[in-house]
């Protein structure tokens, strides 16, 4: 029995010797490719697009494009953080207070995760939705030693790539590499294969920011230059503030016309001091947001919280401390009082949400495409 397995399979093995070798065939099809886009229109996300309203090319040839949809994902928003000597001091200081804001502004759902690299990369805190985590690990960055630039964002994007959600990398460095293992060109390619939006932030000095800059090209996101970490903390909330200033002021003239026509100078002065109670309101939040960003991430949810009633306190006390002055007009006072706050806080709102939702898109910049 043994004999006739072994020409059994002597046998087989001189036909398969015999038969014609034919290399194995492979075949593959991409049914379909999903691509995100940014749309914008004056600095604002324009939804309700059809796959009409898109030409897609690759390498030349003209896709057709079947379905387009919009949608609104939660963030998994990655800090990479450069903790070398070279930010030591009052730039660490104003880094933790940037970061402590980003994390203040973002919804529930979302989540944030922190890298640092120095001569090491090191994960503080994986993505998580209990983003007062992050905070304190922030609070706990002892700057030392060299600057891994590149291994510290390939870290990042792969801590962004392997999740779900929609991966915000936020990278900032004085982008001088003295320390990483990985070749810039490496990190750069795994990069562009990856669904992460990088956005670099780089103080401006003689050495220029190339690695951050087509980082943040290949991956669709940007490059922001500061002249100094002081520009770092407060910045989105004045940013807020002075847009909302500025709208204001656009129409005041037609608000103080109207005030005039109905009451005469008094609808005029009471107008007037609705709007300054208002525009105070707003500037005197993002002060608030501001210095709270400096001390802690618990403060800055404090302020937001409970900020609001006290404020609005304030103007209440203001109002009935005119009441009686003969120069009041009860009534253009209080619709001024209220069509301007509420519309100053629904353009706020949007702003923030789609600064969020849409990252790069903010007041004072060009448009994103």
């Known amino acids: ?34 691509v995100d886009v940014l749309v914008s229109e004056d600095e604002r996300p324009l939804l309700g697009l059809s796959p009409a309203d898109f030409e897609v090319r690759d390498n030349g040839v003209l896709q057709d494009v079947s379905f387009a949809s919009t949608q609104k994902l939660p963030l998994n928003v990655i800090l990479a953080l450069d903790a070398s000597a ?3 001091g009052e730039p660490l200081q104003h880094l933790q207070a940037a970061g402590r804001t980003l994390l203040g502004r973002l919804a529930p759902e979302d989540r944030a995760a922190l890298v640092t690299f120095s001569q090491e990369v090191t994960l503080r805190q994986a993505l998580t939705q209990e983003v007062d985590l992050v905070g304190r690990e922030l609070a706990r960055i002892e700057p030392r030693g060299e600057s891994a630039v590149f291994d510290g964002s390939y870290a990042a994007v792969m801590l962004g790539d392997a999740d779900v959600g929609r991966d915000l990398v936020i990278v900032f460095s004085d982008a001088v590499d003295t320390a990483s293992w990985l070749p810039g060109d ?14 670099g932030v780089s ?21 922001l230059e500061v002249d100094s970490t002081r520009d770092l903390g407060p910045a989105p ?8 200033v500025r709208r204001g002021l656009l129409v005041l003239p037609i608000a103080l016309a109207l005030g005039f026509v109905g009451w005469g100078l008094d609808g005029v002065a009471s107008v007037a001091f609705a709007y300054a109670l208002v525009l105070v309101n707003f500037l005197l939040a993002a002060a608030l947001l501001s210095w709270a960003a400096r001390i802690s991430y618990g403060l800055v949810m404090g302020v937001s919280l409970f900020g ?8 209440t006390a203001a109002v009935l401390l005119v009441r009686d002055m003969s120069w009041v007009a ?13 519309g100053l806080l629904f353009w706020e709102t949007r702003y923030v949400s789609a600064s969020l939702a849409f990252p790069g898109l903010r007041p004072g910049v060009g448009k994103g495409v």
């Open 1 to 34: 029995m043994r004999r006739l397995v072994l020409v059994a399979g002597v046998g087989l093995g001189a036909a398969a010797a015999a038969a014609p070798q034919t290399p194995p065939t492979f075949s593959t099809a991409i049914q379909a490719v999903r």
């Open 86 to 88: 070279s930010v030591s």
């Open 186 to 199: 490496r990190v750069l390619d795994a990069a562009r294969r990856s669904d992460v939006v990088v956005y």
């Open 203 to 223: 103080v401006r000095s003689t050495q220029r920011p190339d690695f951050l800059r087509e980082l943040s090209r290949l991956t669709g996101g940007s490059l």
């Open 237 to 244: 909330e004045k940013a807020v503030a002075k847009d909302l």
């Open 308 to 315: 609001f009633l006290i404020r609005i306190g304030l103007i």
């Open 330 to 342: 009860p009534l253009p006072l209080g619709l001024t009082l209220i069509i301007t706050h509420l």
